[in-house]
């Protein structure tokens, strides 16, 4: 099973906004709304930002949104914010009964 | 409140086996299952494999097929990870995670993450 792909970093300034992309096959995202959005700040684990495609659990911020389209996935957020600035990682549940993770995208916010 | 605590930072030497808990506190511990992620240094998360609720399946990821063992002990809450003839290459931080089966596949709540060096 490849990783999904995800651009290896994205900028933005606060206040803007910006999208990360996830692309996979049909095996994966293609194949389920079992994709989800983890953030990681440095030395934290990771955090669960999005599930199944477009939900957000209790407590993460409105400013975060996902879509799906096809085998490519993405995430939105913004209004973007200092506390933004993290590595995100897309991750989709596959036909193997097993998750994939993206490679990650690192977000700078300048 | 739901968290998941895990082991201490081993370090171990080519060859030999290492094993992390992740002790469960909060919830019911048979209503999810547990999920195990790798993290090399300066890389992404990487599955390794998972079990699920009541012990009913165990699927481990093509890379880690025949090294690994994921098993969990409902008398203790705990679950575990054992990785054999480790190499340098498995030199990362380990993480636990729960597998909230229902709601969307998702790994809802992480450990803290075990750090596992191997060094000769």
């Known amino acids: 099973q490849s990783a999904l792909t995800q651009p290896a970093s994205v900028s933005g300034s606060p206040g803007q906004s910006i999208t990360i992309s996830c692309t996979g096959t049909?095996?994966?995202?293609?194949?389920?709304?079992?994709v989800s959005w983890y953030q990681q700040h440095p030395g934290k684990a990771p955090k669960l930002m999005i599930y199944?495609?477009?939900n957000r659990p209790s407590g993460v911020s409105n400013r975060f949104s996902g879509s799906k389209s096809g085998n490519t996935a993405s995430l939105t957020i913004s209004g973007l914010q200092a506390e933004d600035e993290a590595h995100y990682y897309c991750s989709s549940y596959t036909s193997s009964g097993t998750w994939v993770f993206g490679g990650g995208t690192k977000l700078t916010v300048l | 409140q739901v968290q998941l605590v895990q082991s201490g930072a081993e370090v171990k030497k080519p060859g030999a086996s290492v094993k992390v808990s992740c002790k469960a506190s909060?919830?019911?511990?048979?209503?999810?299952?547990f999920s195990w992620v790798r993290q090399a240094p300066g890389q992404g998360l990487e599955l390794m494999g998972w079990?699920?609720?009541?012990?009913?399946?165990?699927i481990y990821t093509q890379k880690f097929q025949g090294r690994v063992t994921v098993t969990t002990d409902t008398s203790t809450s705990t679950a575990y990870m054992e990785l054999r003839s480790l190499r340098s290459d498995d030199t990362a931080v380990y993480y636990c995670?729960?597998?909230?089966?229902?709601?969307?596949?998702?790994?809802?709540?992480w450990g803290q993450g075990t750090m596992v060096t191997v060094s000769s």
């Open positions: 049909s095996s994966d995202v293609g194949g389920y709304n079992y």
């Open positions: 079990i699920s609720a009541n012990n009913v399946n165990t």
């Open positions: 995670a729960r597998v909230y089966w229902n709601q969307g596949r998702i790994f809802d709540i």
């Open positions: 909060g919830y019911t511990f048979t209503g999810h299952g």
């Open positions: 199944e495609v477009s």
